[in-house]
């Protein structure tokens, strides 16, 4: 039976402080309550003046091993990834992220870190229903033998399906079905590393990527072998971690999705196209919320 659902924030603001995956850069971040409404918003503090970044699916200019959100006034944030699909994961709908570089720090690779900072403050329940995307039609996305889909559920949770191949036996063909209920993320996907290939290191870097990583925040492979000498948190890593990356990049969807995601080899530029499909296409979703149902619950009580 599906629960109402009301807004969410922390209860206090909680610190963390790490480098940047590709930057390489040393970021210090806050995590403050925010008001219902205001969803979840990145503001710089090392510069003046900034407007507050919104994540939310049109501010998104950059998908490249990562996602980046973008102001108007052209001030941006990197790698937001990890910490919004911790947000998405543990219920949390409004937050305020003070942050003094230019990208969200990769912590261990995983948003685990993310989850126990709020979940250790607390998570306080709003006076505000939680506003929903109710998928209504099917949307797909295909890049030749990737593809992504939203399609309608009764749920008012979202249910993952995901299916990845890579040639290296250390990952093979991986897939997992979840249903998002609350605690899930946390305990079952929240741990899951980025992971990369040792010979896409160089070529990364001359890219002026991967600045920051190493093996302390990621999961390299070497072909067949999984380079890390603790090895992997589970055999299913890996695409518990794609599920991770979606979680987040669904986020960006401006609420929580009631709907079933299925994707073949996800990534961010494909489920951000899978975002702006459906945001492009009202007719195939809605905003929805509990309001209705507690006002009819509270005129049977009162009938009564």
């Known amino acids: 039976m599906n629960r109402v659902q009301y807004q969410q924030t922390i209860n206090f603001p909680v610190v963390c402080a790490g480098v940047g995956v590709h930057s390489g850069a040393r970021a210090r971040i806050v995590m403050k309550p925010a008001a219902a409404g205001s ?3 990145f503001r710089r503090t090392d510069i003046k003046g900034c407007e507050d970044i919104i994540a939310r699916g049109d501010f998104v200019t950059e998908v490249q091993l990562g996602t980046t959100l973008t102001n108007d006034a052209g001030q941006s944030v990197a790698t937001v990834e990890h910490l919004l699909a911790a947000c998405a994961g543990v219920g949390v709908d409004n937050l305020l992220i003070e942050i003094d570089g230019p990208e969200v720090p990769i ?3 995983s948003s685990a870190v993310y989850c126990e900072l709020m979940l250790a403050a607390g998570l306080r329940q709003q006076r505000a229903f939680r506003q929903r995307i109710r998928i209504l ?3 797909e ?17 979202l249910s993952i399906h995901a299916r990845i191949e890579f040639e290296s036996k250390a990952i093979g063909t991986q897939q997992m079905s979840l249903r998002m209920l609350p605690g899930m993320f946390a305990r079952d996907i929240a741990f899951a590393r980025t992971f990369g290939f040792a010979q896409d290191v160089e ?3 001359s890219m002026g990527l991967a600045r920051g990583g190493s093996l302390d925040n990621a999961v390299v492979l070497d072909g067949d072998t999984v380079v890390n000498p603790e090895g992997l948190r589970s055999s299913d890593e890996f695409v518990r971690h794609k599920i991770l990356d979606a979680v987040g990049d669904l986020m960006l969807a401006g609420a929580p999705i009631a709907g079933v995601y299925e994707a073949r080899q996800p990534g961010h530029a494909l489920n951000n196209k899978l975002v702006r499909a459906l945001l492009d296409n009202p007719e195939a979703w809605c905003w929805e919320s509990d309001a209705d149902a507690v006002s009819v619950q509270q005129a049977a009580s009162a009938a009564g």
């Open 39 to 41: 969803g979840i918003r």
């Open 107 to 109: 912590m261990d690779g």
């Open 137 to 139: 039609e099917e949307v």
């Open 141 to 157: 996305i295909t890049d030749g033998i990737k593809t992504a889909s939203l399609s309608p559920s009764p749920d008012n949770y």
């Open 203 to 205: 070529k990364l870097k």
